[in-house]
């Protein structure tokens, strides 16, 4: 036996235009792929650096978004000694080196107990002690705030008006600056001029087997030029 069915159209006349009238396809169509990134922007992030786990020491472990570092828990994580890789400090390098522009990033501490951020030379050494001749980085150790700077023979204090949750890192390259900042409260911590002639990357240290070190995303922001 059949049954007789009825067919309902879900298609609707957009913004109540009637039969016969004209969709105002300059509204709906023009700019179509300026107007869809636009709504893109308050979902797409963007991360200033990723890690390069082929620099990472055999302790640390990277996720797979490349953008946190924390020390490992599993005893199978044995990684190759490839010769960029560091194997005596427990650091991490990103992944792009930068020889020109300015570039900034901020690294999420939180709760972490010993941590380093800041950038080193290219030609820097990974194995072994004597790799900080190479480092520009703020460090916190044993509940104080530290400068490491190439040339000097040991770290300074770096006084420091609270807690640090976040530090980021501002690279101006041509003009010879690298400078660190909270984010969270606006306060400068320290600027540090120098003439810059190698490549310098992103520098990471993490002693903490508890807290890890995040990579914090930005949001992309598209402007429209004349």
């Known amino acids: 036996m059949q049954y007789p ?27 179509l792929t300026f107007r869809i990134w636009e709504k893109m922007q308050d979902m797409v992030l963007y991360t200033p650096v990723i890690l390069d786990p082929n620099t990472a020491d055999a302790r640390l472990h ?63 050494r990974r194995k072994g002690g004597a790799i900080w001749p190479g480092v520009w980085s703020v460090e916190f ?31 101006d390259w041509d003009g010879g600056e690298l400078s660190f900042s909270d984010p969270v409260s606006g306060a400068h911590l320290l600027t540090v001029t120098h003439t810059f002639t190698e490549t310098l990357y992103p520098f990471f240290y993490n002693g903490c087997d508890t807290y890890p070190l995040n990579v914090l995303p930005v949001r992309l922001r598209l402007v429209a030029e004349d």
Do not use: M
């Not at 309902?8 to 396809?25: A, C, D, K, T």
């Not at 890789?85 to 792009?96: I, N, Q, W």
């Not at 705030?145 to 040339?151: A, F, I, N, T």
């Open 141 to 171: 150790w044993d509940e104080e705030y530290y400068v490491r700077l190439p040339g000097q023979q040991e770290k300074t204090l770096l006084r420091v008006a609270g807690k640090l949750r976040r530090v980021r890192v501002r690279l």
């Open 62 to 124: 990277i996720t797979a978004d490349l953008t946190s570092v924390k020390i490992s828990t599993d005893a199978d994580h044995q990684p190759p000694d490839n010769p960029e890789r560091y194997d005596t400090f427990a650091c991490v390098l990103g992944s792009r080196g930068f020889a020109s522009g300015t570039h900034s990033w901020t690294v999420e501490v939180d709760a972490n107990t010993s941590w380093e951020v800041g950038v080193s030379s290219g030609s820097g």
């Open 5 to 31: 069915y009825r067919v309902q159209s879900l298609w609707q006349h957009p913004e109540g235009i009637g039969p016969g009238e004209l969709v105002n396809l300059a509204k709906h169509l023009g700019n």
